[in-house]
Structures are given as structure tokens and as C-alpha cells.
T-cell receptor
Framework: AQSVTQLGSHVSVSEGALVLLRCNYS??????LFWYVQYPNQGLQLLLK??????LVKGINGFEAEFKKSETSFHLTKPSAHMSDAAEYFC????????????FGQGTRLTINP | NAGVTQTPKFQVLKTGQSMTLQCAQD?????MSWYRQDPGMGLRLIHY???????DQGEVPNGYNVSRSTTEDFPLRLLSAAPSQTSVYFC???????????????FGPGTRLTVL
């Protein structure tokens, strides 16, 4: 069965510092992996996705993630945090091939300190 | 395009009351789904639909009903509300597998439901 684990329910970084949000997955089929962002009182917005091809995926707002099959990881990074990055971030894996069902991690709340 | 819209934004119910959460999309997406979001648990799938007239259960379907009479609309019905159904509910839609952009699910802004 597919599952997602996000390490750290709350991450706090200083403005300008590196952002690293961790995600590990398990999947019985080649995974499709996603990162979504949720700003306060809003719905989820797709940041980036990995389906096939290049393992380093670039998303919106300067975020990127690297798919590492050997480590079953899909960590999200941004070189320099901005105050506007404060939000909750969700990693998700497609449930099974050919389907649209997503299995979400529990979320990581990112706080940016001035 | 309005995208995915949900009404109401907020709702307070008493235990045992019923209500319908509305969801509509104007992107001609085949696939629609309902999730609930609870602290520390991420989003969990309640019900989903792969097209008009076709629905199926997700992870946490108990206490909820859905129907899909049109491509655009996918209402979620709470039959007899319970405090355990206090949550934020999100509707999402996407193209069916095989379409070029089918990997992305588009989410509505959510409905915050409190059951007293």
C-alpha cells in the first residue's frame, strides 16, 4: 500500500535560510509524487510534481524537490526562505497506477522568523 | 474560469442534523473527490467520482453520501452529523488518466464544519 511520512510536523527557519521539508514514501508501483502548499484559510495549491524523467523537479516560488529512489525520499527545498513561504506543506503519493487518488502525509507547518 | 468552488465556507450544525456541502467545477474534469482535513492527519479521502453517475468510497466514507448527476457538481451529504465530523472539507477535481494534465488535482477553498 502507498503511504507518506513527513518528518517534523513543525519546522521553523530564519528568513534567508535554507528550507528543507522531509518526505519519505512507500509505493508498490513507480510513484507519482507531489508537494502541495496550503496558505492560511485557503485550499491546497500544487507546488511541484514528479512523474517520470528528471529526478530534480522545480516548482513554483523557488521550491524544488529531488526524487531519490534508493532512499524512497522526495524532500522539498528552497535555498532562501521568504516570509511569504509561511504555510503548511503536504507531500502526497498517487495511490495506484492509473488512478487519481492521492495519499497525503500529515503535513509540515513552516514558520519563518524575521 | 472559477475553478473549484465550495459552499458554504463555514457551517455550524447540531448533532443529528443533516446538510449538504456543495462543490462545483467549471474545468470539465472527469474526476472529483472529497477530502477531510484534521490536525496532524493530513487529508483523507471520503468519496470520489470518475464521471457522472459513478461514485466510490475512499478511506473514511462512513456517515457521508455522494452523488454525481452532472460533470460539474459533486455534493457531499452528511446524513446525521456527529461531533467526530467536525473538520475542514475540501473538494478536488482533475482530468481522468490519459489526459495530458491528469496528474494535477485542483482544490477548492474548503468548508469549515463544526458539529456541536
Amino acid at each position: 500500500a502507498q503511504s507518506v511520512t513527513q518528518l517534523g510536523s513543525h519546522v521553523s527557519v530564519s528568513e534567508g535560510a535554507l528550507v528543507l521539508l522531509r518526505c519519505n514514501y512507500s509505493s508498490s508501483v513507480p510513484p507519482y509524487l507531489f508537494w502541495y502548499v496550503q496558505y492560511p484559510n485557503q485550499g491546497l495549491q500544487l507546488l511541484l510534481k514528479y512523474t517520470t524523467g528528471a529526478t530534480l523537479v522545480k516548482g513554483i516560488n523557488g521550491f524544488e524537490a529531488e526524487f531519490k529512489k534508493s532512499e524512497t525520499s522526495f524532500h522539498l527545498t528552497k535555498p532562501s526562505a521568504h516570509m511569504s513561504d509561511a504555510a503548511e506543506y503536504f507531500c502526497a503519493v498517487r495511490k495506484f497506477q492509473g488512478a487519481q487518488k492521492l495519499v497525503f502525509g500529515q503535513g509540515t507547518r513552516l514558520t519563518i522568523n524575521p | 474560469n472559477a475553478g473549484v468552488t465550495q459552499t458554504p465556507k463555514f457551517q455550524v450544525l447540531k448533532t443529528g442534523q443533516s446538510m449538504t456541502l456543495q462543490c462545483a467545477q467549471d474545468m470539465n474534469h472527469e474526476y472529483m473527490s472529497w477530502y477531510r482535513q484534521d490536525p496532524g492527519m493530513g487529508l483523507r479521502l471520503i468519496h470520489y467520482s470518475v464521471g457522472a453517475g459513478i461514485t466510490d468510497q475512499g478511506e473514511v466514507p462512513n456517515g457521508y453520501n455522494v452523488s454525481r448527476s452532472t460533470t460539474e457538481d459533486f455534493p457531499l451529504r452528511l446524513l446525521s452529523a456527529a461531533p467526530s465530523q467536525t473538520s475542514v472539507y475540501f473538494c478536488a477535481s482533475s482530468y481522468a488518466p490519459g489526459r495530458s494534465s491528469y496528474n494535477e488535482q485542483f482544490f477548492g477553498p474548503g468548508t469549515r464544519l463544526t458539529v456541536l
